[in-house]
């Protein structure tokens, strides 16, 4: 079965980091462009970043380039997703995503003071 599971979660302050880690099973990992999504209070789930699947090409919202790092170790069947200088507007549960899978649990994220 096709398994991703999100961690790295947690409260940080403003201009704080975290790196959130997305662990995939059930699938050729490294054949298959990854994404990571969010969901903040209110709002609809929007895509952040894409990574291929040799890490070639990646994307951003506009809203976390200069910010945040999408990454993936293929042989470790994990996606990684760095994020700086973190901001109020960041809070959201962040979920990571396969072309085909289903959505997981997330993995919350608040940054506050």
């Known amino acids: 079965q096709v398994q991703l599971v999100e961690s790295g979660g947690g409260l940080v302050q403003p201009g704080g980091s975290l790196r959130l880690s997305c662990a995939a099973s059930g699938f050729t990992f490294s054949s298959f462009v990854m994404y990571w999504y969010r969901q903040a209070p209110g709002k609809e789930r929007e895509l952040v970043a894409g990574?291929?699947?040799?890490?070639?090409?990646?994307n951003y919202v506009d809203s976390v380039k200069g910010r945040f790092t999408i990454s993936r170790d293929n042989a470790k069947h994990t996606m990684y997703l760095q994020m700086s200088n973190l901001k109020p507007e960041d809070t959201a549960v962040y979920y990571c995503?396969?072309?085909?899978?289903?959505w997981g649990q997330g993995t919350q994220v608040t940054v506050s003071s």
């Open positions: 995503k396969s072309p085909f899978a289903s």
């Open positions: 990574i291929s699947s040799t890490s070639d090409v990646t």
